[in-house]
């Protein structure tokens, strides 16, 4: 579930703020961050995630960069550079565990598990314009003939959006090779541009640019 925030006065710089919900964990919100970060850097934009999982920050090691620290300066923190051009810069609550299996204490409001329904009511109540919907791991791509089965249930995002009254933004398989770029922390839109996710992927990166340029209703 993709949502689109309004520019704030402290983040001028900042021209499009997105965030990426679901109703639980598990569903691919840090593969879909990165690989979404990903397409729009090879669309000359410059990208900045801020990866808040507490269960589970896998972002920095998605990009490779999760032996990086961060540093304070006189305006805050200072995010990682994920390339030397510094179009992704990345603050992840990993950066700030001494060991990757450290545990979060967090305090503050409990983090309750929800559904998309529930995310999407969330949106409304709060003014945040809803981009659209992405169904994640649908369909399993076979490596060896390129045949996708449907091994969960397919077709629930669509049809959510519709009853939603949001944007469907597309549906993204499980491909080995994506899996492999992110535990690699591999360029997967650069390296494997032959992938069954690839089109899925920079569909769904398409229709978020053109979201944006769009005024809120």
Same mark, same amino acid.
């Given at each position: 579930?993709f949502s689109f925030l309004p520019?704030?006065?402290?983040?001028?710089?900042?021209?499009?703020?997105?965030?990426?919900?679901?109703?639980?964990?598990?569903?691919?919100?840090?593969?879909?961050?990165?690989?979404?970060?990903?397409?729009?850097?090879?669309?000359?934009?410059?990208?900045?995630?801020?990866?808040?999982?507490?269960?589970?920050?896998?972002?920095?090691?998605?990009?490779?960069?999760?032996?990086?620290?961060? #540093?304070?300066?006189?305006?805050?923190?200072?995010? %990682?550079?994920? *390339?030397?051009?510094? &179009?992704? !810069? /990345?603050?992840?609550?990993?950066?700030?565990?001494?060991?990757?299996?450290?545990?979060?204490?967090?305090?503050?409001?409990?983090?309750?598990?929800?559904?998309?329904?529930?995310?999407?009511?969330?949106?409304?109540?709060?003014?945040?314009?809803?981009l659209g919907i992405v169904e994640?791991?649908?369909?399993?791509?076979?490596?060896?003939?390129?045949?996708?089965?449907?091994?969960?249930?397919?077709?629930?995002?669509?049809?959510?959006?519709? #009853?939603?009254?949001?944007?469907?933004?597309?549906? %993204?398989?499980? *491909?080995?090779?994506? &899996?492999? !770029? /992110?535990?690699?922390?591999?360029?997967?839109?650069?390296?494997?541009?032959?992938?069954?996710?690839?089109?899925?992927?920079?569909?769904?990166?398409?229709?978020?640019?053109?979201?944006?340029?769009?005024?809120?209703?």
């Open positions: 579930l520019e704030r006065s402290n983040l001028a710089g900042v021209r499009h703020i997105l965030l990426v919900l679901s109703g639980k964990g598990g569903v691919g919100k840090s593969t879909i961050s990165t690989e979404l970060a990903l397409s729009l850097r090879h669309s000359g934009k410059k990208v900045g995630i801020l990866d808040v999982d507490l269960c589970g920050p896998s972002i920095p090691r998605m990009f490779r960069v999760q032996d990086n620290d961060v #540093h304070q300066c006189d305006s805050g923190w200072v995010p %990682v550079f994920v *390339d030397q051009d510094k &179009s992704i !810069s /990345l603050m992840s609550i990993g950066f700030l565990l001494e060991k990757p299996d450290d545990a979060v204490v967090w305090r503050g409001p409990k983090k309750n598990g929800n559904n998309v329904r529930r995310e999407l009511t969330f949106c409304k109540k709060t003014g945040l314009r809803v994640n791991m649908s369909g399993f791509v076979c490596p060896h003939c390129s045949e996708c089965t449907n091994i969960f249930s397919k077709g629930g995002g669509e049809e959510l959006a519709k #009853h939603a009254g949001v944007p469907f933004l597309g549906c %993204v398989p499980l *491909d080995p090779q994506l &899996s492999q !770029s /992110l535990e690699e922390g591999r360029d997967f839109i650069r390296e494997f541009p032959k992938s069954a996710a690839f089109p899925a992927l920079a569909h769904i990166a398409q229709q978020i640019l053109d979201g944006t340029s769009q005024p809120s209703s």
